[in-house]
């Protein structure tokens, strides 16, 4: 992907990423079942979250700007 491509799409993740939490959509999203959390969670899927928590946080350049 070419610099300038990069670009747009580092400034549409932040675009979506802060739209998806303001607090307006945040309480829009606890309103729809599909964004509920369940009390409970199977073993199976904790550990791959964490596997891919883990992938994400190698793959991703220190970012102190955050």
Not at 5 to 18: F, H, N, V
Not at 24 to 33: G, T
Not at 39 to 54: I, S, W, Y
């Amino acid at each position: 992907m070419s610099q300038n491509g990069k670009t747009k799409m580092d400034s549409l993740t932040a675009t979506i990423r802060r739209q998806v939490g303001a607090e307006r959509n945040q309480r829009y999203f606890r309103a729809l079942p599909q964004f509920r959390l369940d009390d409970e969670m199977p073993d199976e899927l904790g550990r791959l979250l964490t596997e891919l928590d883990r992938a994400e946080a190698r793959a991703r350049p220190a970012d102190n700007s955050r």
